[in-house]
């Protein structure tokens, strides 16, 4: 069974910058594709970032590309967040597929989730 823990999240200003953590435990995901997602009260989970299971592709939302860089080592995932604005608040959740998948946005292709770390961001 894998546990992925998020952490880093907080409260920042528009302009300011954070950086998620991902720690995942249980087994290793070295060779697993993962990702980032968020969701906003009252809103629908949104893709936001994803890395595939071997480093080589990474694929970002519109909303995100050129204020987001996601990255990994070892088997934990990190999530830079520049340039925040206020339409970034949400709860961001750290997912992860089986082995050797996609950078997909598809959520339904991530078997392994955590329990999300809230970003909110003052106008």
């Known amino acids: 069974q894998v546990q992925l823990v998020e952490s880093g999240g907080g409260l920042v200003q528009t302009g300011d910058s954070l950086r998620l953590s991902c720690l995942a435990s249980?087994?290793?995901?070295?060779?697993?594709?993962m990702g980032w997602f968020r969701q906003a009260p009252g809103k629908e989970r949104d893709f936001v970032a994803a890395v595939n299971w071997n480093n080589s592709t990474f694929t970002y939302a519109d909303s995100v590309r050129g204020r987001f860089t996601i990255s990994r080592v070892s088997d934990n995932l990190y999530l830079q967040m520049d340039s925040l604005k206020p339409e970034d608040t949400a709860l961001y959740f750290c997912?992860?597929?089986?082995?050797?998948?996609?950078?997909?946005?598809?959520?339904?292709?991530?078997?392994?989730w955590g329990q999300g770390t809230q970003v909110t961001v003052s106008s």
């Open positions: 249980g087994r290793t995901l070295r060779w697993t594709a």
């Open positions: 997912a992860a597929q089986g082995p050797y998948g996609g950078a997909v946005s598809e959520g339904s292709h991530y078997h392994y």
